[in-house]
C-alpha cells in the first residue's frame, strides 16, 4: 500500500506544483511574459544568420504566452484528477490501480512535452540560450527531471496487495 500511496503523493504533488505555476504566470503575467517576449523576440542574442526565426509580433507573443499558461493548467487539472482517481483506486485490485493511472500520466505527459517540446526544442529554435538571464533551459529541465521521474514512478505496474 505504501507503494501506492507514493504514487498518489508523487501525482498529486506534481499537479499542485504545475498547478502553481500557471496560476503565477496568469496572476503575475508580466515578468514571465517579458521571458516569452524576449525568447520569442529573439532581442537579447547577439547577431546571427538565425535571426531570422524571430517572432517581433506583440500579439503572437502574447497568444504564445497564454498557449503555455492553458497547456500548464490542462497539465495541471489532468494530472490531480487522475490523482483522485488513484486515491479512489488505492485500496482495489493491481490491474483496476494500474488502469486508474491513465488520467495522471497524460497530464504529467503534457507537462513534461511542455517543458521538453515547448522550452527545450522550442527554446532551441529561438536561441534562448544564447539569451543571459531570459535563458530558461535551466528552469525547465529541473520540470522535464521532476515531471519525468514522477511519470517513470508512477508508470511502474503495480503488483497485487497481499
Known amino acids: 500500500m505504501i507503494v501506492r500511496l507514493a504514487k498518489i503523493a508523487i501525482a498529486f504533488s506534481a499537479g499542485v506544483l504545475i498547478l502553481l505555476v500557471a496560476f503565477d504566470n496568469l496572476l503575475d503575467y508580466g515578468p514571465n511574459f517579458e521571458v516569452v517576449q524576449h525568447i520569442l523576440s529573439m532581442d537579447m542574442i ?6 531570422w526565426r524571430a517572432i517581433s509580433s506583440p500579439a503572437l507573443h502574447h497568444i504564445c504566452y497564454l498557449l503555455i499558461i492553458a497547456t500548464e493548467f490542462v497539465s495541471a487539472g489532468l494530472t490531480l484528477w487522475g490523482a483522485w482517481i488513484l486515491w479512489k483506486a488505492r485500496a482495489g485490485r493491481a490491474a483496476a490501480f494500474n488502469n486508474a ?18 522550452f527545450m526544442a522550442i527554446g532551441e529554435w529561438f536561441q534562448m540560450w544564447r539569451a543571459g538571464v531570459y535563458n530558461m533551459h535551466e528552469p525547465a529541465f529541473r520540470f522535464i527531471g521532476s515531471i519525468g521521474v514522477a511519470m517513470i514512478f508512477l508508470a511502474l505496474a503495480d503488483m497485487e496487495l497481499s
Not at 46 to 51: D, I
Not at 101 to 117: D, E, I, N, R, W
Open 46 to 51: 547577439p547577431a546571427s544568420p538565425l535571426k
Open 101 to 118: 493511472k491513465s488520467l495522471a500520466l497524460a497530464g504529467l505527459c503534457v507537462g513534461f512535452l511542455l517543458y521538453f517540446f515547448g
